[in-house]
């Protein structure tokens, strides 16, 4: 197996995740097979548990897995299938070690960082390598590890010197450094400054892992004499020195990559130039340069709770984007906060009130992702019932389906206290449970999770024609809350249609709007699985629907053209 370990230094989110991936997908690009590891030095077991707000969005895994956002980064750039395992943190490793003390594994030994930890992390690594993530069997020939943080965290350290133990005994011909750095212009000078990256190059030696390339993230491309001083202080080569500039959109970083010859310093470095063919990349140019040259823009009001940090919904917005590009617009996001569309804050801040409701009228469709607790319900139920009765699209995700269905509930069947028992456990028209198997007392890994498969009702829905299937679909998931059975009953005979359920029959994965142009809710999270070239079918419905499109788009699909 061949390594290739990303580290960061200077500061935190430089972009980390986006060039590992960049240089996965440039050495798929060669003919090799790539696999990615994700390595968060924080105590948590995994992500489940953490605010959107601290850490971005839980990207969900086909395996129930709840992971840092990098790894939806892998998959959508390197087209794979991850495991949990692909996302080490510092919490795994001190359960497994203690677990396996427990148990009376290390017979009397005094368990400690070295070896027992390191151990622990080289091992961990070493057998996630073999899992093949393409679809294809046998371990892959290349894994790109990214480090979480930056170099000289305390957290950070047990790693650190597990990937030196583990470059030692793999040798130098399969263990690659990868070093991300931030050359800064100070504003009164105007220089590209190198101290900080010499210093973080320096540190990262003084811990006994040299980098044998430098990716330097930097506002304009660097100077010749940066790269001069930066070679000579780093000890590394000039042509190993990649400058990762600003650019305007991040499908040009791979092309960035492969213009510097970072593969084949990485190649060299590897022993793989034998091997490994010139990088391919057309599909990534013109996907590139098609997205720059888009002058139309398509509105979409995003109505949710954490839209003061865009990371939150992540995958929505890469979904949304790969949707749009497909029918050669470009996505144009109003984030409205769903707490500035209730009718509180028209008293408390009538500014925000007011520019909320216009953005929302001014939108061309609507969409209500994932959440959880009860701040912005309100205003998620009035976005959903302007779309409903204006015949505006409508996508409503997990959150955004429950928040339909009580929206309905109220509306139409006239329950003016049907809620959720989320946000209110003794409502009197409880249209959204909580599920049977579901814990209260543990929250970390307690949910609905993973791939699971719905089972269409009709194969007349907008869904399955959509997916092109019209029995099933396998969608991954993240829920504690479902639609209540027992009212299925009053809502379908209302109008509104349960067109996906669980193979049980007894959970509600799909609902629509008959005589809508697209009213959606879906209890998953269909964004996990959208790709660059390959949309999700549920986004695409969307935005098609947004201009009118989407009946001429399934009759057409419908005949095979």
């Known amino acids: 197996m061949k390594y290739v370990l990303i580290t960061g230094g200077v500061v935190s989110g430089l972009g980390k995740g986006v060039t590992a991936s960049s240089i996965g997908v440039v050495l798929q690009a060669c003919g090799l097979r790539v696999t990615s590891i994700k390595i968060d030095p924080y105590l948590n077991t995994d992500a489940g548990t953490m605010s959107p707000f601290e850490h971005g969005e839980v990207f969900v895994l086909d395996d129930g897995g709840e992971v840092d956002l990098d790894l939806g980064n892998y998959e959508r750039f390197l087209d794979v299938t991850l495991t949990k395992d692909n996302n080490i943190t510092t919490g795994k490793i001190y359960q497994s070690v203690l677990d396996k003390e427990r148990k009376g594994d290390y017979l009397g030994k005094t368990?400690?960082?070295?070896?027992h930890i390191t151990d622990?992390?080289?091992d961990w690594i070493e057998s996630v390598t073999l899992i093949p993530v393409d679809g294809r069997e046998g371990p892959a020939d290349v894994c790109v590890i990214e480090l979480g943080g930056t170099v000289g965290d305390i957290e950070s350290m047990p790693f650190i010197e597990a990937l030196r133990q583990l470059s030692f005994s793999v040798g130098q011909d399969n263990f690659c450094l990868i070093h991300v750095s931030l050359i800064p212009v100070l504003g009164v000078v105007g220089e590209q400054k190198t101290k900080p990256t010499q210093h973080s190059v320096r540190e990262l030696r003084a811990l006994g892992l040299t980098p044998h390339l430098l990716a330097c993230r930097s506002a304009q491309p660097l100077l010749d004499n940066t790269k001069a001083k930066l070679s000579q202080f780093c000890h590394v080569e000039a042509a190993n020195i990649l400058n990762i500039h600003d650019v305007p959109n991040i499908w040009h970083v791979p092309l960035l990559l492969r213009n510097q010859n970072a593969h084949h310093s990485i190649l060299k470095q590897l022993n793989l130039l034998s091997i490994a063919a010139p990088p391919d990349l057309e599909a990534w140019t013109r996907r590139a340069e098609t997205y720059d040259n888009l002058t139309d823009s398509v509105r979409i009001a995003m109505v949710g709770?954490?839209?003061?940090l865009t990371d939150s919904y992540l995958s929505v917005v890469k979904a949304l984007l790969h949707a749009c590009i497909a029918c050669s617009l470009k996505p144009s996001i109003d984030w409205i906060a769903a707490s500035d569309l209730e009718d509180d804050t028209a008293q408390s801040a009538p500014e925000a009130h007011a520019a909320a409701w216009k953005s929302l009228r001014n939108a061309e469709c609507v969409l209500v992702p994932g959440g959880f607790g009860d701040r912005g319900v309100c205003g998620m139920i009035l976005a959903a019932k302007y779309a409903r009765e204006n015949n505006v699209p409508y996508l409503g995700i997990c959150l955004g389906m429950q928040i339909s269905v009580i929206e309905y509930a109220r509306s139409v069947l006239g329950l003016e206290k049907a809620n959720s028992h989320e946000f209110d456990e003794d409502t009197p028209n409880p249209v959204v449970i909580f599920m049977p198997e579901?814990?209260?007392t543990h929250m970390g890994s307690t949910m609905r999770?993973?791939?699971?498969r719905t089972l269409f009702q009709t194969p007349d829905c907008v869904t399955s024609k959509l997916y092109c299937n019209p029995h099933y679909v396998d969608e991954r998931h993240r829920h504690r809350y479902e639609v209540n059975p027992d009212v299925i009953g009053i809502l379908e005979?209302?109008?509104l249609k349960f067109v996906g359920k669980d193979e049980?029959?007894?959970?509600?994965?799909v609902l629509e709007l008959p005589g809508h142009p697209f009213y959606v809710g879906v209890q998953f999270h269909p964004e996990f699985k959208s790709r660059p070239g390959k949309p999700s079918a549920l986004f695409l419905g969307l935005i098609l629907s947004a201009r009118g499109k989407l009946e001429a788009y399934l009759t057409r699909h419908q005949n095979g053209s």
């Open 305 to 308: 709770k954490y839209v003061g």
């Open 449 to 452: 999770l993973g791939s699971r």
């Open 504 to 509: 049980t029959g007894k959970r509600m994965e």
């Open 438 to 440: 579901g814990s209260r």
């Open 120 to 122: 622990a992390i080289k």
């Open 493 to 495: 005979e209302a109008g």
């Open 111 to 115: 368990v400690q960082v070295v070896p």
